[in-house]
């Protein structure tokens, strides 16, 4: 028999890049007494992974709890961007109702649509945050009506369309119920989430059954999932089946059981359905996973995410320098391999498989950003390695037998004087403009482009525009092959001698182009230390010395000085690959190289190529 529990809301706050959410849920937080001291709390709590403190972006979801008017709210951050939609999609699994933030002055943006698409899909209870009324050009009524439009596209039913809307400066913890009247706090929206949500509808007389949906790792205890009781009591020591998504079973018993609350775990002996969890002591949880009492134990529905539509090859390093920068054994194919398939039980989205050879594997994802944090994640950890240049997941049309590819919906925001530039650029990549629009002097683009001719195209933009341009894009489908993109137009620059750089060598040949690596920096034969002038590769030396044999009393040369070198992003690195090369990554450094280090073999090879290609 079914029933609610009104003690407790479960909500996830979802919205795009940017809008303040993470921000909004700091000011829940403090409003609720969680800290002793507010003011020492820090700026985004929820943000509490490394790279996203750098970045500013919200990747993992991640719990939180509070009490307000004796009613627990379950707070579930959820990242913003569509890359990390294996994120969002299995946070909506655990919530009963969302709150939706949006920019006064930007309105619903990209992510705003993708999160929302899903949000309506499982049914959840929508509230409307217009977040950040106080910023100029502000207009909460635009934001508002652009939102509604937005949920009737998106297919909301009347219900749904039916939001409650709540106006915040989340900086400041304010909320109302007017854009220009707010409380001096947030307990309008407090009172809004009570009263607009639903509370969560249990079946508390049958065994108990719950679906992971998040892991976390414990030094002590070892993996924790987490997930939402749908039925029954679940009890500390407790016998329970653990099923896999393929129908799988294994016994087991819980030993560590937690609840949320405040910024914490908080231990229990007893936890009823309705409510968030996290629990302990299972082998090898997996994230889809059914826990059950033996009583009952019939799988729930798993969690379905979208294909990737990107992939990258991982290898071990093999470069002439392997071994020097990681941690001992960290290098080894089967430690790699162990460390990627175990992501894919926490990173819904990730695809792995091995590659040609015992040293490759496959790793697939929904964008370049989306294993961009992968790598970066696994270097910090101590892991050696090399990965190639991405490229896009193809399909056949199963009726016509038509190459079918991924293609992105674009959105991008651009000073009003640099539209002409982004809108050949987009030309060039194949992308078909959707819309248009003006306002305070920034021009709104939006467009379809193939997937294809995003690669690497972020950095370009933000040259073209001087670091101005913002782009967003999320997966809009697959559709028939649309004709031939321009590649890189540079060739590089490749080392054909091993030693420390010299600035005497880099200023003699800095008018061949532009050098990604420093003076003193140690190069090896086949590694790419720039970028050429020209389309095709050129191999130089870097390492020449001046000799010091003749007396000068003057050295004209002297006077000519180095050039900035390009530093480069990891980011920046990934899109600048070209099809021969790998980039290297280790703790310490990252370095581009070509698969075929020796000079005289490559160029070989690339006759080869060219001549196959001739006669083909």
Same mark, same amino acid.
């Given at each position: 028999?079914?029933?609610?529990?009104?003690?407790?809301?479960?909500?996830?706050?979802?919205?795009?890049?940017?809008?303040?959410?993470?921000?909004?849920?700091?000011?829940?937080?403090?409003?609720?007494?969680?800290?002793?001291?507010?003011?020492?709390?820090?700026?985004?709590?929820?943000?509490?992974?490394?790279?996203?403190?750098?970045?500013?972006?919200?990747?993992?979801?991640?719990?939180?709890?509070?009490?307000?008017?004796?009613?627990?709210?379950?707070?579930?951050?959820?990242?913003?961007?569509?890359?990390?939609?294996?994120?969002?999609?299995?946070?909506?699994?655990?919530?009963?109702?969302?709150?939706?933030?949006?920019?006064?002055?930007?309105?619903?943006?990209?992510?705003?649509?993708?999160?929302?698409?899903?949000?309506?899909?499982?049914?959840?209870?929508?509230?409307?945050?217009?977040?950040?009324?106080?910023?100029?050009?502000?207009?909460?009524?635009?934001?508002?009506?652009?939102?509604?439009?937005?949920?009737?596209? *998106?297919?909301?039913?009347?219900?749904?369309?039916?939001?409650?809307?709540?106006?915040?400066?989340?900086?400041?913890?304010?909320?109302?119920?007017?854009?220009?009247?707010?409380?001096?706090?947030?307990?309008?929206?407090?009172?809004?989430?009570?009263?607009?949500?639903?509370?969560?509808?249990?079946?508390?007389?049958?065994?108990?059954?719950?679906?992971?949906?998040?892991?976390?790792?414990?030094?002590?205890?070892?993996?924790?999932?987490?997930?939402?009781?749908?039925?029954?009591?679940?009890?500390?020591?407790?016998?329970?089946?653990?099923?896999?998504?393929?129908?799988?079973?294994?016994?087991?018993?819980?030993?560590?059981?937690?609840?949320?609350?405040?910024?914490?775990?908080?231990?229990?002996?007893?936890?009823?359905?309705?409510?968030?969890?996290?629990?302990?002591?299972?082998?090898?949880?997996?994230?889809?996973?059914?826990?059950?009492?033996?009583?009952?134990?019939?799988?729930?529905?798993?969690?379905?995410?979208?294909?990737?539509?990107?992939?990258?090859?991982?290898?071990?390093?093999?470069?002439?320098?392997?071994?020097?920068?990681?941690?001992?054994?960290?290098?080894?194919?089967?430690?790699?391999?162990?460390?990627?398939?175990?992501?894919?039980?926490?990173? *819904?989205?990730?695809?792995?498989?091995?590659?040609?050879?015992?040293?490759?594997?496959?790793?697939?994802?929904?964008?370049? *950003?989306?294993?961009?944090? *992968?790598?970066?994640?696994?270097?910090?950890?101590?892991?050696?390695?090399?990965?190639?240049?991405?490229?896009?997941?193809?399909?056949?049309?199963?009726?016509?037998?038509?190459?079918?590819?991924?293609?992105?919906?674009?959105?991008?925001?651009?000073?009003?004087?640099?539209?002409?530039?982004?809108?050949?650029?987009?030309?060039?990549?194949?992308?078909?403009?959707?819309?248009?629009?003006?306002?305070?002097?920034?021009?709104?683009?939006?467009?379809?482009?193939?997937?294809?001719?995003?690669?690497?195209?972020?950095?370009?933009?933000?040259?073209?525009?001087?670091?101005?341009?913002?782009?967003?894009?999320?997966?809009?489908?697959? !559709?028939?092959?649309?004709?031939?993109?321009?590649?890189?137009?540079?060739?590089?620059?490749?080392?054909?001698?091993?030693?420390?750089?010299?600035?005497?060598?880099?200023?003699?040949?800095?008018?061949?182009?532009?050098?990604?690596?420093?003076?003193?920096?140690?190069?090896?034969?086949?590694?790419?230390?720039?970028?050429?002038?020209?389309?095709?590769?050129?191999?130089?030396?870097?390492?020449?010395?001046?000799?010091?044999?003749?007396?000068?009393?003057?050295?004209?040369?002297?006077?000519?000085?180095?050039?900035?070198?390009?530093?480069?992003?990891?980011?920046?690195?990934?899109?600048?690959?070209?099809?021969?090369?790998?980039?290297?990554?280790?703790?310490?450094?990252?370095?581009?190289?070509?698969?075929?280090?020796?000079? !005289?073999?490559?160029?070989?090879?690339?006759?080869?190529?060219?001549?196959?290609?001739?006669?083909?």
């Amino acid at each position: 028999m079914t029933q609610t529990r009104a003690d407790i809301r479960n909500i996830a706050i979802i919205a795009h890049v940017d809008h303040g959410k993470t921000t909004l849920v700091d000011g829940m937080l403090k409003q609720t007494k969680v800290f002793r001291n507010a003011e020492a709390a820090g700026e985004r709590i929820l943000d509490s992974n490394t790279l996203e403190r750098e970045r500013g972006i919200t990747i993992l979801a991640k719990n939180t709890a509070v009490i307000w008017d004796k009613v627990k709210v379950n707070i579930v951050d959820t990242p913003g961007h569509a890359d990390f939609g294996g994120e969002v999609e299995r946070v909506l699994n655990m919530v009963d109702g969302a709150l939706l933030l949006v920019d006064a002055v930007e309105g619903p943006m990209p992510q705003t649509r993708f999160v929302l698409r899903k949000a309506l899909a499982a049914g959840l209870r929508i509230i409307v945050v217009i977040n950040k009324v106080d910023r100029p050009h502000a207009n909460p009524e635009k934001a508002l009506n652009e939102t509604f439009d937005l949920f009737i596209e *998106l297919g909301a039913s009347d219900e749904q369309a039916n939001f409650p809307v709540v106006y915040a400066i989340g900086m400041e913890g304010r909320a109302g119920y007017q854009a220009d009247s707010l409380a001096d706090d947030l307990t309008p929206l407090f009172e809004t989430i009570l009263n607009e949500v639903p509370p969560p509808v249990i079946n508390a007389d049958e065994p108990a059954r719950l679906l992971i949906t998040n892991i976390e790792y414990d030094n002590y205890k070892g993996q924790i999932g987490v997930g939402r009781l749908m039925s029954g009591v679940i009890r500390k020591g407790m016998p329970v089946v653990r099923i896999t998504p393929s129908g799988e079973r294994f016994n087991g018993n819980i030993t560590y059981l937690f609840t949320f609350f405040n910024l914490h775990k908080v231990e229990a002996n007893e936890v009823e359905a309705g409510d968030l969890i996290a629990l302990g002591g299972l082998d090898s949880l997996g994230i889809s996973d059914t826990i059950a009492d033996p009583a009952n134990a019939n799988p729930l529905p798993p969690i379905l995410v979208e294909e990737p539509t990107v992939r990258m090859t991982f290898g071990i390093n093999t470069s002439p320098v392997a071994g020097r920068e990681g941690k001992v054994g960290m290098g080894t194919s089967r430690k790699l391999r162990e460390r990627l398939y175990n992501e894919t039980r926490s990173n *819904l989205a990730l695809r792995v498989q091995d590659g040609e050879s015992p040293e490759k594997f496959i790793v697939s994802g929904r964008g370049e *950003l989306h294993l961009g944090i *992968l790598i970066e994640t696994m270097r910090r950890e101590g892991y050696e390695f090399e990965v190639s240049k991405p490229e896009v997941i193809y399909r056949r049309d199963p009726e016509t037998g038509e190459m079918l590819e991924p293609v992105e919906e674009v959105h991008v925001d651009v000073a009003d004087e640099l539209t002409g530039v982004v809108v050949e650029m987009l030309g060039a990549r194949r992308g078909q403009m959707i819309d248009i629009s003006t306002e305070n002097g920034t021009t709104y683009l939006k467009y379809l482009v193939p997937t294809r001719g995003l690669l690497g195209f972020r950095a370009k933009l933000l040259t073209a525009t001087s670091g101005m341009g913002q782009i967003h894009s999320i997966f809009h489908g697959y !559709e028939p092959l649309a004709g031939s993109i321009p590649g890189r137009q540079f060739g590089s620059l490749i080392a054909f001698e091993a030693g420390p750089s010299t600035t005497y060598a880099m200023v003699d040949l800095q008018q061949r182009g532009t050098f990604i690596i420093e003076p003193g920096t140690e190069v090896y034969e086949g590694m790419v230390v720039g970028e050429h002038i020209r389309p095709e590769d050129l191999a130089i030396n870097v390492c020449k010395s001046k000799h010091l044999t003749a007396v000068r009393t003057k050295n004209y040369a002297d006077d000519i000085k180095l050039k900035v070198t390009r530093a480069l992003s990891l980011d920046d690195y990934i899109e600048f690959l070209a099809e021969d090369e790998l980039l290297e990554v280790t703790p310490e450094s990252l370095r581009v190289r070509k698969r075929i280090l020796n000079n !005289e073999l490559r160029m070989r090879d690339q006759k080869a190529r060219e001549r196959a290609l001739e006669n083909a």
